[in-house]
């Protein structure tokens, strides 16, 4: 057996001297941290491309680069040209594209990402309005590394609930499913700022309209359960039942925080369809204009029922606009698929029917408590 | 019931090691990806057809327990040879001898496959291959204590994995498994036989039989290990159902890795990459007892030692991974291979019990004339 | 091809029968024997022949044995009396070994161990008087193993003071104490002690065999004789304990194991061990359970961290630049931003430089030692960083992983823990986590190759015995611990009765 050993060792020896993988070191990479995709002027895309390199003045400069090749590939290659530090992309953390771009066709952009193992799935996508080179490429004032920036940005938001998620993983859930379509948040240069502004829906991997940030708040809680956020909205005149406050004002503000939700869709006739959703909300009331009683549980009764009103409303119209658009990014085709047996659904198949699709909206509101000055 | 093997208590293993070296040996590279090839039949029934493929491997244990039961304390080789004499049994043992190779080297040359696609696209396909074989060689030369051992430390050392597939759950939707049983029958079972491939390993039991101290607790701790197997499978399987759509599963070559993608802790992210090299402790198991089931046969058939026989097969195996370079070679070496071995691993085993039956009552009946 | 090993313990050495009938006699004439001493011995300088009139002679040497009771026992007392013969002589003696011998060679042996030479005119056996002088500084505190609950006191160079530190702790008339003599030149003399009806008595022949058949010129230490008598020589684990501790080689002797003592050496040996047991202290008995169990969790982690922490550092800042969290990007990338080498060669670096500051620590009285270990520390670390060879978050690494191998209780094992890191640094450095896998593999299987005493080196865990997993990774309360490890294969397995001892409580 110890004979063994000694067959061993010496190949093993061999073999470390032999063979060597290529190295990626990490201060002598240049980390990218975001990309973004354009329709190309000359050639099929334009990319551009945040690279952080480290150099030896203990300081991080980042550098934005805009190059334009057929394949996402060539446009690496000639980024590589003009940086003196090899482009790798295991650290990216956001991926933009123009609003052209996502009008056209975003397939291929997503099957590029998914197939290279470097690319995380938990990497953010963004739509921009306009260009995302115009977006990159200006030297912001406060900003020193715009890909971390916008990164944090877009993170901060998703944490705390005021945008839908889009992780990579997330948006290729829904493109490569039958029953939904996707939808990404979008950001726009506001003067020195990033800001996010809305909400891109798509139709398989064509955007086809978006959605205001106020809209946002709609799209999340049709799509998901909220844990804990935060929501303003304006109650109309037709809201506010008369007895709720002397009514001076016919417009009243108010907001919630620490929103609980809790949806429930059910399919209740498989022929036109239509659909049951039945949304459950649990808010604390955090301002209010003008003032109103709210120790007095009437009152409280009353504000709920108006929140209840407006909620339907709004959701109403949000879903109204996705129909029109033809862009079902609530999932409604997936509850289609799993309640109807040998449903065979197919994009086409789902379009057309999300146009005559019903929904019964039943929204419940609770509002917990306020805070503590009354 | 000629040659049984004759063994001392010390080179005898317990019983209820088999749980380790069974779940061993069935979880390998097939763990990667099995859940396309499933999907791709069975749709979001796929779980069925896993829990169905289990459910196999425990009437073929049995069947191969009753099978060795009849003879004692003897292998699969020795049956072989006293079933059918000694040069159709010899003829049968290179089959099966053959198969284990190639399963070796199928596990090696996928996990070789794996580890160049997500970390290494510039490592040298023999520079992987060799230093595996070397870790192999080393722990099949330590002899079967080693082998069981390293079985056994690759479950409890990997066991830290399982909670972890508790994070992608929070991506999970319930309705993706639904409806329930839409596809038909047909299409599950055809699933379930996709499953070959990963789920095979627990043939090993054949070849192991002789070395255990208890055999009269094989029956539960064989049980117990394809249980385990199967829960685990199931698991997955669940869990990349509802965490993928359905059109990303059916192009997510390794889907079991790519779930990995999303796990992240405070001081690492992007564990598939870990995960990866981690594999290399689980399939070293399979590495190690498949050389075992083989080298073990190839001494009852030409008498070679053990040492003589690793070295000529592992130069072997590794101009093997060599000359199969591409992903093509290699889906299409799965894919026969899974074939083969569903018929060697889920049909043969039936006959050979029945053949094995039927010469018992004759030969008893030839003792009472 | 083939490789001779020395002390292969597989091989079956070649006994030589000593058929040794010309053994050289006495030859009963005062001249002649003085000169047969003499030309034995080689005449040294030291010894002395004094002779007491009217008919008897004594031989010694003089820095051997103890001039007092020489003087007061043996010189007093055969001065101005007759005797006739040396069985009188022997019998007159007030001395605790006074032995007969007719024979050159036990006599000569014996006057080089310290015994005194009486010869009678005209008779050819002589009395051996053995009064040895046996130098030994005392007892002090174990300096390698200090710990803060237990007993102060460690073995010295002596062995018989070794064997009568073991023998009160253990106040047993089952303490079997076999004696050897090992080495042609040194004739070292060592004892096997054991613990009759708990050891297994296999492992008792098998030890006392590799013992036996050991076929050296000399054994100067404990340390040495591991080397010789364990299973596997070439591994770099150790498979025998090296204590210096009394009361930890006698908690092994009540556990069912074997101990040696090696007269000369301070290090008693402790057989058969097993892999988890050089990580446990005997001070963990001592404390509670739940605090012992924390800190052996602690040393654990501690072992895993200083083997894996920086070969992980090497991989991930080589290849998988992936697996480094945002928040880790930037100071990682920056504090690298000045170093000219791939982190591999800095990481081998800056662990040569640790090692070096630890070896020349040792080396050096304990005073400067002390000193050359913070101002080295301090002052090399410093300046490195500052002139941009290493990372500040390397140094740290690196001085915690030197840290965390310095908690292992045992210190043979503490040294393999950071030998082992080197390979493991070099193969991260050319293979990422790959490499980091692979040398993992290896060494799994290396250690489940061992083993100890022909017990399993990797037990409790494999082959898994939960009973003993109670006392090993963790410990349990003393209740649930009351039977000793199988791995010794002991003859009595029950420590005690399990049974509560307060039953009012329970």
Known sequence: MKKVTFYIIPLFLLSILVGCAETDILDRVGLTTLVGYDVGTEERMSTTVVVREVNPEFQSNVEVITTENETSKGNRMKANRKLSKKITIGQMRVVLFGEELAKDDLHSYLDSLLENPSVSNSLYLAVVEGETSVLLEHEYKNIDDIGQHIYRLMEQNIKYEHMISSTLHEIAHDFYMVGKDSAIPIIKKEGELVELTGVAIFNDGKMVSSLSLEDSFYVKLLRDNFKSGIFETILKEEDIPPNLIKGTSNEMPVAFDAIKSKRELKLVDATTPEFDFQLKLKARLLEIYPDVESGDPKVIERLEDAMVKNLTREISRVIAHCQNVQSDIFGFGEKYRSSVRNSNLSKEKLHDMYKDMKVNIKVEFEILRDGVFE | ?369 | MKFKLPFNKKQTPIVIQATKENVEMIIPEENNFTQMIKDATHNPSDLIVKSIPPNLTLIYIKNLVNDQILNDHIITNLQNKIYETPETIKLSLSLPEVNISSQLEETVASLVNGSVLIYVEGYSPVVLANIPKRESRSLSAPENESQVIGAQVGFNESLSTNISLVRRNIVSPDLCNEEFKVGKRSNTSLSLIYMNGIASDEMVNTLRQRIKDLDVDALLDSAVLVEMIDDNSLSPFPQMLLTERPDRFCDGLLNGKLGVIVDGSSMAIVCPQSFIEFFESREDKNLRWQVATFVRLLRFTAIFLSIFLTPIYVGALTFHYEVIPQAFLVPLSESRALVPFPPVFEALLLEFIIELLREAGARLPTKIGQTIGIVGGIVIGTAAVQAGITSNILLIIVALSALASFTTPSYTMGNVIRLIRFPIIILAGFWGFFGIMLAFCFILIHLLRQTSLGAPYMAPFYPPRFQDMRDSLIRMPLPYTAKRPSNVRPADEDKFNPEPIKPEKS
């Open chain 2, 1 to 369: 019931m000629k040659n049984p093997i004759q063994l001392s208590a010390k080179d005898m293993i317990n019983s209820y090691l088999l749980i380790f070296v069974i779940h061993s040996a069935q979880v390998g590279v097939g763990i990667h990806g099995f859940q396309r090839i499933v999907y791709q039949e069975a749709k979001q029934d796929a779980w069925i057809s896993v829990l169905l493929a289990g459910l196999a491997t425990h009437l073929i244990a049995f069947c191969m327990i009753k099978t060795l039961e009849i003879y004692g304390s003897n292998d699969l080789y020795g049956i072989h040879q006293d079933v059918f004499g000694i040069w159709f049994g010899n003829f049968l043992n290179v089959i099966y001898i053959l198969y284990c190779s190639v399963a070796f080297f199928s596990v090696l040359r996928n996990y070789i496959e794996v580890i160049q696609t997500w970390i290494f696209p510039g490592l040298g396909t023999w520079f992987i291959s060799a230093s595996l074989l070397l870790v192999t060689i080393y722990a099949f030369t330590g002899g079967l204590r080693v082998i069981v051992g390293v079985s056994f430390f690759s479950i409890v050392l990997a066991l830290w994995i399982l909670p972890l597939l508790l994070i992608p759950l929070k991506f999970a939707s319930v309705d993706s498994l639904l409806p329930i049983l839409e596809a038909n029958i047909g299409s599950i079972l055809k699933g379930a036989k996709s499953m070959a491939f990963t789920i095979i390993g627990f043939e090993i039991l054949q070849i192991i039989y002789p070395f255990v101290k208890d055999k009269e607790n094989v029956k539960k701790h064989v049980h117990l290990g394809l249980l385990f197997t199967t829960a685990v499978y199931l698991i997955i399987m669940l869990v990349s159902l509802t965490y993928y759509s359905e059109g990303k599963l059916d192009k997510t070559i390794w889907a079991t890795l790519t779930l990995f993608s999303f796990i992240s802790f405070p001081f690492m992210e992007r564990f598939e990459f870990v995960a990866v090299c981690f594999w290399m402790l689980i399939i070293l198991p399979n590495l190690c007892l498949y050389l075992w089931a083989a080298s073990r046969g190839a001494s009852r058939v030409i008498k070679i030692s053990g040492t003589k026989f690793v070295w000529i097969f592992s130069i072997l195996i590794f101009i093997g991974t060599l000359i199969v370079q591409s992903r093509t070679q290699i889906n299409s070496i799965n894919t026969h291979f899974g074939n083969i071995a569903f018929y060697i691993i889920f049909v043969y085993p039936i006959i050979l019990l029945l053949v094995a039956m039927l010469k018992k009552k004759y030969s008893s009946q030839k003792e009472q004339k």
